[in-house]
């Protein structure tokens, strides 16, 4: 069979085709490409300007543009003598910052078995996410009756162990707009809606060290919450002890809360965390 010979392709030249031209229209941007340049630039480690953009197939004077603008935060740093771009300082703490969080989780866990040990409850380790907390990990106790809360799950700053003992940690003024941005809702007959009342509950928790909720998320379940500081003495998150109230009378609670401020301390010590002096003499 004859076959019909094929013209050859001619070779493209210049830059690839660039990968911003159609972005879903629900994001920005010029926020895509100014993260896929900081991509690159970590990929790269060091690199010029105009290799920059050939390799990304965007304009040069669009390169430019937005590399000066992150130099203006610190996420990227430019050496005059090369005339190489890099990242900088403030990429660096970014990425620092997740990196504690995955020994958060990992120390997290270790402590937590340890405290399941101890106390004979459920624990969880959750952190700050604006006005609630999510919970990241937990460690079941093997007892029948117990609390569970799935990964991911939310919780009101006000009405639980972990959220409280974080607010305790946190300016008076600081807490006052987050209640006023979140509300404090009512989830219990026993939920603390008095801003009065709270400020009391956190000025008490201060002192102790730990946090209990007694029922004012749900019915019949009890929580004592710890707070765990970064390396800049700010609260980021609590681990906690959660479970039936019955478990939980007047005359075990300040043996659990010692064990919880305990671990919280064990926590915040091994991501390399510092408790603010008042912090340290008041659990101590």
Known sequence: ????????????????KSQF??????????VERALAILTKVSQLERTTLSDLSLSMGIPTATAHKVLRTLQKSDYVAFDEDTQDWMIG????????????????????????????????????????????????????TPKPIRAFFPTG??????????????LSAIPDDRVRQI????????????????PTRLFEDLKRAGELGWAADREERYEGMSC????????NEQPIAAVSISGPSSRFTESKVAVLGS??????????????????????????
């Open 1 to 16: 069979m004859e076959q019909t010979p094929t013209t050859p392709q001619k070779r493209k030249r210049g830059r690839p």
């Open 21 to 30: 031209s159609d972005g879903p229209p629900e994001t920005l941007q010029s």
């Open 89 to 140: 300082i403030e990429a660096y703490r970014t990425g620092a910052s997740f990196l504690n969080r995955s020994a958060l989780t990992e120390v997290g866990r270790k402590v937590m078995r340890s405290l399941v040990q101890t106390t004979g409850e459920t624990a969880n380790l959750a952190i700050h996410d604006r006005l609630e907390v999510v919970f990241i990990g937990q460690v079941e």
């Open 153 to 166: 799950s939310r919780s009101a700053l006000h009405a639980s162990g972990a959220g409280k003992a974080i």
């Open 179 to 194: 209640l006023e941005a979140s509300g404090m809702e009512r989830f219990t007959s026993k939920t603390i809606i008095s």
């Open 224 to 231: 004592i919450g710890g707070v765990i500081f970064d390396a």
């Open 259 to 284: 064990a919880v401020a305990k671990a919280a301390r064990e926590i915040t010590l091994h991501i390399g965390g510092h408790e603010p002096g008042t912090w340290r003499d008041r659990v101590n």
